[in-house]
């Protein structure tokens, strides 16, 4: 899981409360994402942030916010807007360079809403 | 929007043989990255295939491109229990600012 930690690894909570999922990475990476894997299906970005007090949306923003103050913290807030928050989410970085490509994902945290 | 799909959805075989993962993906692409995923846990990257080299090789692993269908293949070779896991290929687009697009992955079963 590289250098990337997330936290905690499994979140339970009501419907109706807002919920903040941590992501913290060590690899002095620019680009950090956030992913949302629900069951047997592959990976859909959130938002995204290639710099310090920028970010963008995905392709499924809507119901959740994050923000960017520090390069080695990237944080999810599933707020009660959403309407489906029970799945896996991941969060990766990226170095920020012309010739790097690859992502590194930290371990997911499992959240669970009732 | 979900641009790589793999095939099969889930592949069982016995340790020692071969696997063979296809993904297919719409647009035109930089690269297409191929990462693994063991059960509960985050994805790890495999290997990465840019978008003028037809093959590629890293230990047990080979990749094959194939632009004019937009298509990989990902073949693992002699099996190990260990290498069950979800598989996925993630296509880099071009435009897209290096964000990836990922399919919906292929669970590989390996028999001991």
């Known amino acids: 899981d590289g250098g990337i930690t997330q936290s905690p690894k499994y979140l339970f909570r009501k419907e109706g409360q807002n919920v903040t999922l941590s992501c913290e990475q060590n690899?002095?990476?620019?680009?950090m994402y956030w992913y949302r894997q629900d069951p047997g299906q592959g990976l859909r970005l959130i938002y995204y942030?290639?710099?310090?007090?920028?970010?963008q949306k995905g392709d499924i923003a809507e119901g959740y916010s994050v923000s960017r103050e520090k390069k080695e913290s990237f944080p999810l807030t599933v707020t009660s807007a959403q309407k489906n928050p029970t799945a896996f989410y991941l969060c990766?970085?990226?170095?920020?360079?012309?010739?790097?490509?690859?992502?590194?994902f930290g371990p997911g945290t499992r959240l669970t809403v009732t | 929007s979900q641009q790589g799909e793999e095939d099969p959805q889930a592949l069982s075989i016995q340790e020692g043989e071969n696997a063979t993962m296809n993904c297919s993906y719409k647009?035109?692409?930089?690269?297409l990255q191929w990462y693994r995923q063991n059960s509960g846990r985050g994805l790890v990257h495999l290997i990465l295939?840019?978008?003028?080299?037809r093959e590629k090789h890293s230990g047990r692993l080979r990749v094959t491109l194939d632009t004019s269908k937009k298509s990989s293949s990902l073949l693992i070779t002699a099996s190990r229990a260990a290498d069950t896991a979800s598989y996925f290929c993630?296509?880099?687009?071009?435009?897209?600012?290096?964000?990836?697009?990922f399919g919906k992955g292929t669970l590989l079963t390996v028999n001991p």
């Open positions: 295939i840019r978008s003028n080299e």
């Open positions: 690899l002095n990476h620019d680009a």
């Open positions: 647009t035109s692409i930089n690269n």
């Open positions: 993630a296509t880099d687009a071009e435009g897209s600012n290096y964000k990836l697009t």
């Open positions: 942030s290639q710099i310090v007090n920028d970010f």
């Open positions: 990766a970085s990226r170095r920020e360079h012309q010739q790097s490509y690859e992502q590194y």
